[in-house]
T-cell receptor
Protein backbone atom coordinates (compact mmCIF):
# COMPACT_ATOMS: atom_id res chain seq x y z
CA UNK A 1 0.00 0.00 0.00
CA UNK A 2 0.85 3.67 -0.11
CA UNK A 3 1.09 5.98 2.85
CA UNK A 4 2.09 9.52 3.69
CA UNK A 5 2.51 10.55 7.31
CA UNK A 6 2.36 14.12 8.55
CA UNK A 7 1.34 15.58 11.92
CA UNK A 8 -2.36 16.25 12.22
CA UNK A 9 -1.99 19.58 14.01
CA UNK A 10 0.70 22.19 14.67
CA UNK A 11 0.44 25.45 16.60
CA UNK A 12 2.99 28.25 16.28
CA UNK A 13 3.37 31.90 17.26
CA UNK A 14 3.11 34.77 14.81
CA UNK A 15 6.55 35.75 13.54
CA UNK A 16 8.09 32.37 14.39
CA UNK A 17 9.28 29.52 12.16
CA UNK A 18 7.47 26.20 11.83
CA UNK A 19 8.43 22.96 10.10
CA UNK A 20 5.88 20.42 8.90
CA UNK A 21 7.33 16.99 8.26
CA UNK A 22 6.19 14.36 5.78
CA UNK A 23 7.38 10.78 5.44
CA UNK A 24 6.18 8.64 2.59
CA UNK A 25 6.00 5.06 1.45
CA UNK A 26 4.76 4.76 -2.11
CA UNK A 27 5.01 2.36 -5.04
CA UNK A 28 6.50 5.04 -7.28
CA UNK A 29 8.16 8.39 -6.71
CA UNK A 30 8.56 11.27 -9.11
CA UNK A 31 8.52 14.13 -6.62
CA UNK A 32 7.02 15.66 -3.47
CA UNK A 33 4.59 18.56 -3.54
CA UNK A 34 3.06 20.81 -0.90
CA UNK A 35 -0.37 22.40 -1.00
CA UNK A 36 -2.08 24.94 1.24
CA UNK A 37 -5.81 24.90 1.89
CA UNK A 38 -7.76 27.45 3.89
CA UNK A 39 -11.04 26.40 5.46
CA UNK A 40 -13.71 26.19 2.79
CA UNK A 41 -11.22 26.90 0.04
CA UNK A 42 -9.42 25.02 -2.69
CA UNK A 43 -5.92 23.57 -2.33
CA UNK A 44 -3.24 25.90 -3.65
CA UNK A 45 0.08 24.66 -4.99
CA UNK A 46 3.11 25.79 -2.95
CA UNK A 47 6.15 23.81 -4.07
CA UNK A 48 7.52 20.74 -5.81
CA UNK A 49 10.76 18.87 -5.12
CA UNK A 50 11.93 16.25 -7.58
CA UNK A 51 15.54 16.18 -6.41
CA UNK A 52 17.16 16.16 -2.97
CA UNK A 53 17.70 19.49 -1.35
CA UNK A 54 16.01 22.71 -0.43
CA UNK A 55 13.73 24.81 -2.62
CA UNK A 56 12.96 28.34 -1.45
CA UNK A 57 10.00 30.47 -2.48
CA UNK A 58 9.71 33.62 -0.43
CA UNK A 59 8.81 32.78 3.18
CA UNK A 60 8.23 29.13 2.29
CA UNK A 61 10.92 26.48 1.75
CA UNK A 62 10.57 22.80 1.00
CA UNK A 63 13.12 20.05 1.49
CA UNK A 64 13.41 16.53 0.15
CA UNK A 65 15.61 13.55 1.03
CA UNK A 66 14.77 10.67 -1.28
CA UNK A 67 17.06 8.24 0.54
CA UNK A 68 15.09 8.86 3.76
CA UNK A 69 11.68 9.07 2.04
CA UNK A 70 11.25 12.33 3.91
CA UNK A 71 10.49 15.93 3.25
CA UNK A 72 9.40 19.02 5.08
CA UNK A 73 7.80 22.40 4.54
CA UNK A 74 9.35 25.33 6.39
CA UNK A 75 7.34 28.48 6.96
CA UNK A 76 9.22 31.54 8.20
CA UNK A 77 8.00 34.82 9.63
CA UNK A 78 4.61 33.29 10.30
CA UNK A 79 1.57 35.46 9.70
CA UNK A 80 -2.00 34.96 10.88
CA UNK A 81 -3.06 34.32 7.28
CA UNK A 82 -0.79 31.23 7.24
CA UNK A 83 -3.35 29.44 9.44
CA UNK A 84 -4.54 26.71 7.11
CA UNK A 85 -4.14 23.02 6.35
CA UNK A 86 -0.99 21.91 4.59
CA UNK A 87 -0.86 18.72 2.52
CA UNK A 88 2.15 16.87 1.27
CA UNK A 89 1.56 14.89 -1.90
CA UNK A 90 3.71 12.39 -3.76
CA UNK A 91 3.67 12.21 -7.52
CA UNK A 92 3.61 8.45 -7.98
CA UNK A 93 3.17 8.47 -11.73
CA UNK A 94 2.84 10.78 -14.68
CA UNK A 95 -0.71 11.62 -13.64
CA UNK A 96 -1.01 10.35 -10.12
CA UNK A 97 -0.71 12.67 -7.14
CA UNK A 98 -1.24 10.89 -3.81
CA UNK A 99 -2.12 13.20 -0.92
CA UNK A 100 -1.44 12.94 2.79
CA UNK A 101 -4.21 13.64 5.30
CA UNK A 102 -2.98 17.15 6.03
CA UNK A 103 -1.54 19.20 8.88
CA UNK A 104 -3.71 21.89 10.39
CA UNK A 105 -1.52 24.87 11.26
CA UNK A 106 -2.82 27.39 13.76
CA UNK A 107 -0.90 30.63 14.13
CA UNK A 108 -1.49 32.42 17.43
CA UNK A 109 -0.66 36.04 18.31
CA UNK B 1 -9.36 35.26 -14.63
CA UNK B 2 -7.45 32.18 -15.75
CA UNK B 3 -8.13 29.05 -13.77
CA UNK B 4 -10.43 26.12 -13.18
CA UNK B 5 -14.18 26.69 -12.97
CA UNK B 6 -16.52 24.17 -11.36
CA UNK B 7 -20.29 24.12 -11.28
CA UNK B 8 -22.39 23.85 -9.23
CA UNK B 9 -20.85 25.02 -5.94
CA UNK B 10 -23.45 23.30 -3.79
CA UNK B 11 -25.88 20.45 -4.46
CA UNK B 12 -28.23 18.28 -2.44
CA UNK B 13 -29.37 15.01 -4.00
CA UNK B 14 -31.68 12.26 -2.91
CA UNK B 15 -30.38 8.72 -2.87
CA UNK B 16 -30.64 7.25 -6.35
CA UNK B 17 -30.67 10.56 -8.22
CA UNK B 18 -28.10 11.34 -10.86
CA UNK B 19 -26.14 14.47 -11.61
CA UNK B 20 -23.15 15.77 -13.52
CA UNK B 21 -20.44 18.01 -12.10
CA UNK B 22 -18.95 20.33 -14.66
CA UNK B 23 -15.35 21.51 -14.85
CA UNK B 24 -13.58 23.76 -17.34
CA UNK B 25 -10.05 25.15 -17.46
CA UNK B 26 -8.64 27.92 -19.63
CA UNK B 27 -4.92 27.35 -19.08
CA UNK B 28 -4.46 25.03 -22.06
CA UNK B 29 -3.51 22.17 -19.72
CA UNK B 30 -3.47 18.66 -21.10
CA UNK B 31 -4.21 16.84 -17.83
CA UNK B 32 -7.35 17.10 -15.74
CA UNK B 33 -8.44 15.36 -12.56
CA UNK B 34 -11.36 14.77 -10.24
CA UNK B 35 -10.71 14.39 -6.51
CA UNK B 36 -12.97 13.99 -3.50
CA UNK B 37 -12.18 15.26 -0.04
CA UNK B 38 -13.76 13.89 3.11
CA UNK B 39 -13.30 15.24 6.67
CA UNK B 40 -9.98 14.22 8.19
CA UNK B 41 -8.78 12.72 4.96
CA UNK B 42 -6.63 13.92 2.15
CA UNK B 43 -7.79 14.28 -1.40
CA UNK B 44 -8.46 11.01 -3.16
CA UNK B 45 -8.26 10.66 -6.92
CA UNK B 46 -11.46 9.49 -8.60
CA UNK B 47 -10.59 9.73 -12.29
CA UNK B 48 -8.11 11.57 -14.44
CA UNK B 49 -7.60 12.45 -18.07
CA UNK B 50 -4.03 12.72 -19.28
CA UNK B 51 -5.09 14.24 -22.57
CA UNK B 52 -8.15 14.92 -24.68
CA UNK B 53 -9.83 11.66 -25.55
CA UNK B 54 -8.37 9.58 -22.70
CA UNK B 55 -9.61 8.83 -19.21
CA UNK B 56 -8.35 6.51 -16.49
CA UNK B 57 -9.47 5.33 -13.08
CA UNK B 58 -7.90 6.66 -9.93
CA UNK B 59 -8.01 5.40 -6.37
CA UNK B 60 -11.81 5.54 -5.80
CA UNK B 61 -13.66 5.30 -9.16
CA UNK B 62 -16.64 3.15 -8.14
CA UNK B 63 -19.98 4.88 -8.60
CA UNK B 64 -18.60 7.54 -10.95
CA UNK B 65 -18.12 8.10 -14.66
CA UNK B 66 -16.26 10.84 -16.48
CA UNK B 67 -16.17 12.48 -19.90
CA UNK B 68 -13.36 14.54 -21.37
CA UNK B 69 -15.50 16.58 -23.72
CA UNK B 70 -12.62 18.55 -25.21
CA UNK B 71 -9.32 19.93 -23.99
CA UNK B 72 -11.03 22.45 -21.72
CA UNK B 73 -13.82 20.42 -20.15
CA UNK B 74 -13.89 17.35 -17.92
CA UNK B 75 -17.17 16.27 -16.32
CA UNK B 76 -17.92 13.84 -13.49
CA UNK B 77 -21.22 11.95 -13.39
CA UNK B 78 -22.91 10.20 -10.52
CA UNK B 79 -25.42 7.78 -12.05
CA UNK B 80 -27.16 6.73 -8.82
CA UNK B 81 -26.07 8.82 -5.86
CA UNK B 82 -25.46 7.18 -2.49
CA UNK B 83 -24.96 8.77 0.96
CA UNK B 84 -21.34 7.55 0.87
CA UNK B 85 -20.79 9.98 -1.99
CA UNK B 86 -21.45 12.96 0.26
CA UNK B 87 -18.20 14.87 -0.05
CA UNK B 88 -16.46 17.92 -1.47
CA UNK B 89 -15.42 17.37 -5.06
CA UNK B 90 -12.49 19.19 -6.62
CA UNK B 91 -11.53 19.38 -10.23
CA UNK B 92 -7.91 20.17 -11.08
CA UNK B 93 -5.69 20.59 -14.08
CA UNK B 94 -1.93 20.54 -14.56
CA UNK B 95 0.78 21.46 -17.01
CA UNK B 96 4.43 20.53 -16.73
CA UNK B 97 5.55 24.15 -16.96
CA UNK B 98 4.06 24.69 -13.50
CA UNK B 99 6.53 22.31 -11.95
CA UNK B 100 3.80 19.75 -11.97
CA UNK B 101 1.64 21.90 -9.72
CA UNK B 102 -2.07 21.32 -9.92
CA UNK B 103 -4.56 24.19 -10.18
CA UNK B 104 -7.78 23.36 -8.35
CA UNK B 105 -11.28 24.64 -8.84
CA UNK B 106 -13.26 26.03 -5.91
CA UNK B 107 -15.04 22.75 -5.27
CA UNK B 108 -18.57 21.34 -5.24
CA UNK B 109 -20.10 20.50 -1.88
CA UNK B 110 -22.40 17.54 -2.49
CA UNK B 111 -24.79 16.13 0.07
CA UNK B 112 -26.72 12.92 -0.65
CA UNK B 113 -29.68 12.31 1.66
Amino acid sequence: GQSLEQPSEVTAVEGAIVQINCTYQTSGFYGLSWYQQHDGGAPTFLSYNALDGLEETGRFSSFLSRSDSYGYLLLQELQMKDSASYFCAVRTGANNLFFGTGTRLTVIP
Amino acid sequence: NAGVTQTPKFQVLKTGQSMTLQCAQDMNHNSMYWYRQDPGMGLRLIYYSASEGTTDKGEVPNGYNVSRLNKREFSLRLESAAPSQTSVYFCASSGAVQGYGYTFGSGTRLTVV
